[in-house]
């Protein structure tokens, strides 16, 4: 019921959403906020980058704005896109690594990748702050409007490239809301972009909010988006 068999693209939610989609020949993890934005800069100027699982005793993970210019490999753990990749990667599916800034190339190279498409959106986790001191332990699955519509920006491409009437309900609503909005404004003024920008991080919510400006792919390859 959940996997949405009979659809060639598809969205479901965080951890539980891989496992429902694990048939699908290609995840897309989406993590606006900021590890997939951060891959994307990373693999723009051609480092690479290790996902690692990320523990509540682990502290800040490394900001976008400090990945400007970054090369080489990089390690980088987050509460939630990190963790999805490595979710993603025990299904066998290809994994591919999105934002807004890159959604178009990503949705490209899935579609060249597989028949079936799942874009998997990160969301947050309440009572996890990892910004401020505070409760640090994984809450909850808060669905969250960049990761939502930074799914919506690849999934409007996939169905702009010939691939209508392939989408899931699910996928397709989530591809009407970024075509249906102000995608800049909604995440700087959402729940997640204040939060970086009130304690100090707007710059990585610019870098997060331009549409398309990324040729780069990051693919999961033995451990490594590259």
């Given at each position: 019921?959940?996997?949405?068999?009979?659809?060639?693209?598809?969205?479901?939610?965080?951890?539980?959403?891989?496992?429902?989609?694990?048939?699908?020949?290609v995840l897309v993890v989406v993590d606006v906020?900021?590890?997939?934005?951060?891959?994307?800069?990373?693999?723009?100027?051609?480092?690479?980058?290790?996902?690692?699982?990320?523990?509540?005793?682990?502290?800040?993970?490394?900001?976008?704005?400090?990945?400007?210019?970054?090369?080489?490999?990089?390690?980088?753990?987050?509460?939630?896109?990190?963790?999805?990749?490595?979710?993603?990667?025990?299904?066998?599916?290809?994994?591919?690594?999105?934002?807004?800034?890159?959604?178009?190339?990503?949705?490209?190279?899935?579609?060249?990748?597989?028949?079936?498409?799942?874009?998997?959106?990160?969301?947050?986790?309440?009572?996890?702050?990892?910004?401020?001191e505070g409760p640090r332990e994984f809450g909850?699955?808060?669905?969250?409007?960049?990761?939502?519509?930074?799914?919506?920006?690849?999934?409007?491409?996939?169905?702009?490239?010939?691939?209508?009437?392939?989408?899931?309900?699910?996928?397709?609503?989530?591809?009407?809301?970024?075509?249906?909005?102000?995608?800049?404004?909604?995440?700087?003024?959402?729940?997640?972009?204040?939060?970086?920008?009130?304690?100090?991080?707007?710059?990585?919510?610019?870098?997060?909010?331009?549409?398309?400006?990324?040729?780069?792919?990051?693919?999961?390859?033995?451990?490594?988006?590259?």
């Open positions: 019921m959940f996997s949405q068999e009979g659809y060639r693209l598809r969205l479901e939610w965080g951890p539980e959403g891989i496992d429902a989609l694990r048939a699908c020949d906020l900021s590890f997939t934005t951060s891959v994307d800069l990373v693999v723009g100027n051609g480092g690479q980058v290790r996902p690692s699982r990320w523990k509540p005793a682990s502290g800040p993970t490394l900001r976008p704005a400090s990945l400007v210019g970054a090369t080489g490999l990089v390690e980088l753990p987050s509460p939630n896109g990190s963790n999805l990749c490595s979710l993603a990667a025990e299904t066998g599916a290809h994994v591919l690594a999105a934002c807004l800034r890159n959604a178009e190339a990503v949705a490209r190279r899935a579609a060249e990748l597989g028949e079936t498409i799942g874009v998997v959106p990160g969301g947050e986790r309440w009572g996890l702050d990892i910004l401020n909850p699955l808060r669905p969250c409007v960049e990761d939502y519509l930074g799914a919506g920006a690849v999934l409007a491409a996939l169905l702009g490239a010939a691939l209508p009437g392939t989408a899931s309900p699910e996928a397709r609503l989530a591809a009407d809301a970024f075509g249906g909005c102000d995608v800049e404004a909604a995440v700087r003024e959402c729940g997640s972009g204040r939060e970086l920008v009130e304690n100090g991080h707007a710059a990585d919510v610019d870098l997060a909010v331009r549409v398309n400006v990324s040729k780069a792919v990051p693919r999961l390859v033995e451990g490594v988006l590259r």
